[in-house]
């Protein structure tokens, strides 16, 4: 290429958006939409209030951060484990459980495969519900977890409401999957529509966490 040439983007004629560049402007007005709906409650606090720090993580994938931040609010926001297993998650929500945060708030991912009632039902060939070893018998501590809901935390007389939800648009096979509303182009619909899942997040919601 001549010395003097400037490579594309930045000059010659104006090529026609790919595919991509147009689910990336239209998911970028639909996420604007959304924040502007009315109603939402202010973050900032009273005058002179010390922040709230939350902390979060996710795809720790059976690994144990051993430098995690300190914050006021742990959160969690997907795949624990690798495969899915009693074992995994249970080692995970342990190590989620001993972190000095004041509160700890789980999410599962599409990983977490045990955690999906209705994924296990329908692999009854994978190693998940067993005796002794199944979702119910997982010990938590007091580690919140939430699955398409959200929790109000007091922090130091503050209010803070969090929605999580582990739902993702299907990729393969794994956990808390939904088929995908805009394949197989891509792109969204015209009107502007959008998963349903989103019209339970309650408007006056601090922090939200989900894929849907």
């Known amino acids: 290429m ?3 040439t400037i490579s594309r983007p930045f000059v010659g004629q104006a090529q026609k958006k790919s595919v991509a ?3 990336a402007t239209r998911l970028y ?3 604007r939409r959304l924040d502007d709906r009315p109603a939402c409650r202010p973050t900032t606090g ?7 720090r939350i902390v979060c993580i996710s795809d720790t994938h059976n690994t144990s951060p051993s430098d995690l931040p300190m914050g006021d609010i742990l959160v969690h926001a997907g795949d624990l484990s690798q495969f899915g297993t009693f074992a995994e998650i249970q080692a995970q929500l342990s190590w989620l459980a001993s972190q000095p945060h004041p509160h700890k708030i789980a999410i599962a991912g599409n990983h977490d495969l045990l955690l999906d009632a209705a994924f296990v039902a329908a692999h009854p060939d994978r190693e998940l519900d067993r005796p002794g070893k199944a979702r119910g018998d997982l010990e938590w501590g007091d580690v919140r977890y939430l699955e398409h809901e959200d929790v109000d935390l007091t922090v130091r007389d503050r209010s803070v409401r969090i929605f999580g939800s582990p739902w993702t648009p299907r990729c393969g096979t794994w956990a808390f999957q939904y ?3 805009y394949a197989p182009s891509g792109i969204p619909p015209e ?3 959008i998963h349903p899942g989103y019209l339970r997040i309650a408007i006056m919601t601090d922090v939200r966490r ?3």
């Open 2 to 4: 001549p010395a003097n």
């Open 21 to 23: 560049e147009k689910l």
């Open 29 to 31: 007005d639909l996420a």
């Open 46 to 52: 009273q005058p002179g209030a010390t922040p709230v």
């Open 179 to 181: 088929e995908d509303a």
């Open 191 to 193: 009107d502007g529509s």
């Open 210 to 212: 989900g894929n849907v």
